[in-house]
């Protein structure tokens, strides 16, 4: 009986993973065993930097915010305890974008969370 190979199988895993590597430099675009390294490891990192995304955003905002309290002499901290505790629910997202777009109201918001302190 004759050796069956799936051809058709094969053909379209490799296909798969050359398309994956569409448009990587040199032999990792081209040649099957390089490129699934590289696909592999690409993968690998975009799930990993889809969860660090969030984090340096929180940074970036956190910093941010930081700064816009402490020109209204507040330190970071300060400006969000008073803000717990005068029960204004603004993340932090919110409060950066107000830093930056609204520098008003956020002074607003700082006079508030000062009389809280």
Partial sequence: ????????????????ILK?????????????RSASEAVDRALKYAYRDRR??????????????????????????RLI???RKAHVI???KILADLAVNDPQVFSGIAALAKQHV
């Fill in 20 to 32: 994956l590597a569409k448009g990587y430099r040199g032999a990792r675009g081209s040649l099957i």
């Fill in 90 to 92: 603004l993340d932090r």
């Fill in 1 to 16: 009986m004759p050796r069956a190979t799936n051809n058709v199988a094969s053909r379209k895993r490799r296909k798969r």
């Fill in 81 to 83: 305890m008073g803000l």
């Fill in 52 to 77: 660090v995304k969030k984090r340096e955003f929180r940074s970036l905002w956190i910093a941010r915010v930081n700064a816009a309290a402490r020109i209204n002499n507040l330190s970071y901290s």
